[in-house]
């Protein structure tokens, strides 16, 4: 165990060295580079040679990113000039709100999920599994900005049920008021079930026709039982690393649907980032999501291998 979590934590630090790497080359080929994204297309040659020897920007490229390396790994992520505002503070205030939304999406997308999913490949190729196969085929497929904007025109518009976008409120309001996060954490919740109902039951088709689920219905077992306390437990595994692996993907949506309902989260920050932009933002928001990222797969990965001794000999 103790071979496999030290291979997983070196490719980890693999993934995120790379990242850090491409990410700052990108921003650097801006045209006319971060000072002239920054100050904008008027500012004099001037301006920009005395803005770049102020934060650095004159000194060559591997100089740059090691002492943005150096400086990040004491929590320095820079200063947002637009924002007139230190980067590590502005992405700690949104932070958590990112963190509230993806985990209770995730939550709830697993608590529906796994139930759907086992119980299509109990009743496959019945009304309900191609019920919920066809909604998850259209939940999946649908962007989530466009599911958020019908939610929008349904649920506030139409019916004034839950409120269109998300006050600019801290952490704490947002808990106390989960009204104002319905939508998001729905927008969000749907896109993300319909991808782990069909993993659900896929991995639980493949079960039911295995030995144990045999020996357990000829010692008596009631098909119920069999379902939800053996194929259940096994079926799910696969989902503990798929979690992990498309959180990614869930992150990517947040970033969408948090500036479709102006949730005050890491996702709008950065799409605020994107269009004025914001390098340093862009940056630490980058490095920031991508650690989440790794941390995600490689808890996963621990997580798994805990649940299947035989993942540990790969």
Partial sequence: MLRYTGKRTAHAVIVLFGVSVVVFIMIHMLPGGPARALLGPRATPAKVAAFNRQYGYDKPL????????????????????????????????????????????NLLAFAVAVPVGLVQA??????????????????????PFWLGLIFVILLSQQLHLLPPIVPQASFGQLLTHPGDIALPVLTLTLVTTALFSRYMRSSALENLPLDYVRTARAKGMGGQQVLWRHVLRNAASP?????????????????????????????????NAAETQDYPVILGVTLVLSVATALGSFIADILYAVADPRVRLT
């Fill in 122 to 143: 109990a009743r496959r190729n019945k009304v309900f599994d191609y019920s919920a196969t066809g909604l998850a085929f259209l939940f999946y497929s649908m962007p």
């Fill in 239 to 271: 989902l503990i690393t798929l979690a992990g692996l498309t959180l990614p993907v869930v992150v990517g949506g947040a970033v969408i649907v948090e500036s479709v309902f102006n949730y005050p989260g890491m996702g709008l920050l950065f799409w």
């Fill in 62 to 105: 591997i100089i740059q990113y090691f002492t943005w390396l150096w400086q990040t790994a004491q929590g320095n992520l820079g200063f947002s000039v637009k924002l007139n505002e230190n980067v590590t503070t502005a992405i700690g205030a949104r932070l958590p709100g990112t963190i509230l939304l993806v985990g209770l999406a």
